[in-house]
């Protein structure tokens, strides 16, 4: 969950009210938040950095409060304030609305085609006659670093830049060049840099150097120019200083540029809602018009209003109250969501606000009335059905035999689930298009390219890491491999299997034999032919060494192998001394 840092005074100015820590802390958890921490910038840093440091540190009280990752409008004291003052019913909703400019004419921005190589969508707003002072304007900033941590998933879906329009000149022009064509003077800097100095420049900077891998490598760089090329930004790294936002900044320009349309509109609207209030004209937003590369026209900030309609029975039924639909939709109002009843009053179609991205379906609004209802005023009752919880059979069954085969001498491996496609296939001398292995779609790495089909090569390996322990070794494992299932649902499925091996200077068959007896034994399952029981039958398998592979078959299937690894497999893996293994599958046996 993010925190936010707010000052304590600031925010119980701003709600008009001012609380112990106590009765704040019920306030967060009434409304769905967490009061952390109560604590001070002086003692912040005289934790993190020693008492020398905090001499001169503000000791103002602050409140460390975390909220829901999806609440992207509390991540302000902004909208932390107007959401609280809502929820207590000192206000109502307010309704943002997208106006046009004074002079009549828009703000644009133009796409060239060349950004679909890096960031393909830019979205911009104007925030018009704002009235900052330095801590405004410190609260803007943070607003944006904390989108960028969240939602722009570290600038790599969203990059936000904010400028003085003042200083700039539309229309304004997004486009993707080579790194040596784009020279600004960056944000904070004294002297102008080409690209690719700026990007060699802030390799040793602690703050920006996170986000240069996000470009670094592209043939082109986004950048987005004024009518006169004065830069803008190069997103996602810095902005230029030319345009640099201070706390006289009257008329503020924001463009969002992003590879995901959608979070780039959502970001937009979260940040001209929560700061519209300071502009002269309040809660309004001036529009922006972007043109595509196709040459379609487009409009933001979006600031869309949508309705979602809800069974007043579903929200009963669902939180566990029975209100009428009149109490619910009273309830709703205090978290910013307006509605009306339908004519028969069995359903309530709610109005979403653009503030309120994470509201995405009906169950959304449920979580909302039980919010806002309180979670202490549910009245506890009693499920009517009865159930007790247990262990699933098949769980039981291999937490019982990792005990018992662990008292055999055995020393339980843990492995993981994906590897190579050598592993199933060549190194088992198998060809790959025999082996009904999942593959993964982009593997990341040459190790872990499909989902196993067996235990056998994860064990083998770790053998191989351990070749310096004391012979022999002996290990096994009891766990699930992936096969694919055209029948399932997903088009895969999960089995559990055993696997032990026998690793010394002597295969050890007849040490695994021992253990199929004693597991046989424990599932009291003879040793017939007859098919009532267990036996081993003779088989081939290239996996295994010629004349010392058996299939272990009960009940009259075939259920695992008994055999000796085929030295070539042994070489595969890097071992030089035979090997004897048990392969069963569980399901047979519960």
């Known amino acids: 969950m993010p925190t936010v840092d707010v000052n304590r005074d600031e925010l119980f100015a701003a709600l008009n009210q001012t609380y112990t820590d106590e009765q704040f802390d019920e306030l967060c958890f009434e409304f769905g938040l967490e009061l952390d921490e109560v604590t001070s910038e002086k003692e912040m840093i005289t934790r993190e950095q020693g008492g020398e440091r905090a001499t001169n540190a503000c000791e103002d009280i602050i409140y460390k409060i975390d909220v829901p990752a999806n609440r992207y409008d509390l991540l302000c004291i902004e909208g932390l304030s107007q959401a609280l003052q809502v929820f207590l019913q000192k206000h109502t909703a307010v309704e943002y609305r997208r106006v046009e400019p004074q002079g ?14 890096v960031r393909p969508h830019v979205v911009g707003a104007v925030l018009r ?54 020279v600004f003077q960056p944000l904070n800097e004294t002297k102008e840099f080409s690209a690719s100095e700026l990007m060699s420049h802030y390799k040793g900077e602690s703050h920006l150097k996170q ?19 004065v830069v803008l930004s190069m997103p996602p790294i810095i902005n230029g200083d030319h345009s640099k936002m201070t706390a006289n900044t009257r008329n503020v320009f924001i463009e969002c540029t992003a590879t995901d349309l959608t979070k780039a509109t959502v970001v937009l609207n979260i940040l001209v809602t929560m700061f519209s209030m300071y502009c002269k004209e309040p809660f309004t937003v ?38 009428s639909a009149e109490k619910l939709s009273s309830v709703l109002t205090k978290m910013c969501l307006t509605s009306e009843l339908s004519e028969d009053k069995e359903s309530i179609a709610v109005t979403i606000p653009p503030t309120r991205s994470d509201v995405m379906h009906a169950c959304d609004i449920v979580e909302d009335v039980a919010i806002a209802y309180g979670y202490n005023n549910i009245e506890f009752v009693l499920p009517q059905t009865c159930t007790i919880g247990k262990q699933l059979p098949m769980n039981k069954l291999t937490d019982l035999l990792r005990a018992d085969v662990a008292q055999a001498g055995f ?3 843990l492995t993981f689930t994906l590897c190579s496609r050598a592993d199933v296939s060549t190194s088992l001398m198998h060809p790959i298009e025999e082996v009904p292995a999942v593959h993964i779609g982009n593997p990341k790495t040459l190790e872990f390219q499909v989902a196993r089909t067996t235990l056998l090569p994860g064990i083998l390996k770790t053998v191989a890491s351990n070749r310096n322990v004391a012979l022999p070794l002996k ?19 999960n089995l559990r299997r055993l696997c032990a091996v026998h690793y010394g200077k002597r295969p050890g068959f007849e040490i695994m034999h021992g253990l199929l007896d004693r597991l046989m034994q ?65 399901e047979p046996l519960l």
């Open 522 to 586: 424990l599932r009291e399952i003879p040793c017939t032919k007859d098919g009532s029981g267990y036996c081993l039958e003779a088989s081939e398998d290239p996996t295994y060494f010629p004349g010392r592979c058996a299939s272990v078959v009960a009940k009259g299937q075939k259920i695992g192998t008994l055999a000796v690894l085929h030295p070539d497999v042994l070489k595969n893996f890097e071992l030089n001394l035979p090997c004897a293994v048990l392969d069963l599958a569980m």
């Open 129 to 182: 006659n704002i009235a900052l002072d330095e801590t405004r304007l410190k609260s803007f900033i943070k607003l944006q670093d904390k989108l960028h941590q969240n939602i722009c998933r570290k600038r790599t879906l969203v990059a936000i830049g904010t400028h003085d329009l003042d200083t700039l000149e539309g229309p304004f022009s997004f486009e993707a060049l080579p790194p040596d064509q784009i």
């Open 211 to 229: 986000y240069l891998h996000i470009i670094e490598d592209k043939p082109v760089y986004p950048v987005i120019y004024d009518k006169n090329r």
């Open 104 to 117: 009549g004419q828009r703000q644009k921005i133009v796409i060239t085609p060349d950004t679909a190589k």
């Open 286 to 323: 001036e529009a922006v018009d972007v043109e595509w590369v196709d040459g379609s026209v487009h409009t933001y900030p979006e600031l869309k209003y949508r309705t979602e309609s809800v069974s007043v029975a579903d929200i009963n039924g669902k939180v566990g109250i029975n209100e």
């Open 475 to 493: 290990l096994f494992e009891i766990s699930d491999i992936v096969v694919r299932d055209e029948a399932a649902e997903v088009g895969a499925k």
């Open 411 to 413: 020393t339980e491996a």
